[in-house]
């Protein structure tokens, strides 16, 4: 049985709208249907250092579905039912990984 709700699902172009500009070193790519990418580079692997992917929730009653990525691995996901509640939830992770990161740099 599909659990596919479109009806649910936030409308791409306004989730686009919606979610913030990458902070920091944090880069944002926008791709079709949605879908957007919060990359933080890594110049040591080929996989990013860590990763965010934000998209429609047409997979689940969710509006929203926020997926993590530390390197190479899953580091878990999130759905959320407004586009303001996922909005607020990739502000916070953003700078939550900068202030780890930055915490880590030497001063």
Known sequence: ??????ATAANPQALVDRLPAAPGDWERYD???GVVEYRLPNGESACTATKVAV????????A???VRKRG???AGSDTFD???????AVSRELHHVLAAVDGDQPQ
């Not at 049985?1 to 479109?6: A, D, F, L, Q, R």
């Not at 407004?82 to 607020?88: G, P, Q």
């Open 55 to 62: 998209r429609p929730g047409i997979l689940s009653d969710a």
């Open 64 to 66: 929203v579905r926020l």
């Open 31 to 33: 791709e079709s249907g």
């Open 82 to 88: 407004s586009l303001d509640a996922a909005a607020d």
């Open 1 to 6: 049985m599909s659990t596919t709700s479109v």
């Open 72 to 74: 190479c691995s899953d």
